[in-house]
């Protein structure tokens, strides 16, 4: 392994251009800004980074890639623990290339870092993607998911455990919340209408 490397301090917009730094994948114009935005800030922009090319370490080719593994490990080659961080946060905002745990761990661990809202819709995507029921009601119990995909997900994995109160309080919220679709609806009707009240059915239909 190459020696250690530390990071220096930003240099401006025209460092930030040699750099070419990637995006996430599928963000919008306003999440791609406020990313731009915030890797400015970072202490990334050193003869090191701006040689990459001949660094048979620079993780930014894996990066742009999507080989998470292989970025990690790369960054892990440098002093400064920002290089691993920067790298995290730009997996933790790849749909589907990390858990809700990870996501859930970033987002208490660094409250200050940009993009706190597309942070916790990763998580909330992850939490609808975990095939993993106990996972699930763990993360549903930590904190307050707001997607109707989400809180179906987490209605599942509740009544899977036993728990048919807060089942039904999750597929509550998620009626109310979203299900616009007569199929969708339909289906969830013909599980969850039981525990559907009238109080849920005016909510709904006030939004």
Known sequence: MPPARAFGNPSGLAAAKQLRLPLPPRCDWR?????????????LL??????????????IPAVRANQWTLAQTQAASYADPVAEKLVLFYRLLDPGAATPAEIAAFLHANPDWPFQAALRRRWQEAITADPDDQDVVQQCAAAHPTES?????????????GNIQAAEAAAR??????????????AFLH?????ITPAEQWTRFQH
């Open 46 to 59: 050193t003869g090191a980074w701006q040689a990459r090319a001949q660094d048979p370490n620079d993780p």
């Open 191 to 195: 599980h969850w209408g039981t525990a």
């Open 31 to 43: 999440m791609r800004a406020a990313i731009r935005s915030a890797l400015l800030l970072a202490p």
């Open 173 to 186: 919220r998620a009626w109310t919340t979203g299900i616009t679709t007569k199929s969708t609806a339909a």
């Open 149 to 161: 995909a989400t809180l179906l997900r987490c209605a599942q994995a509740l009544e899977k455990a």
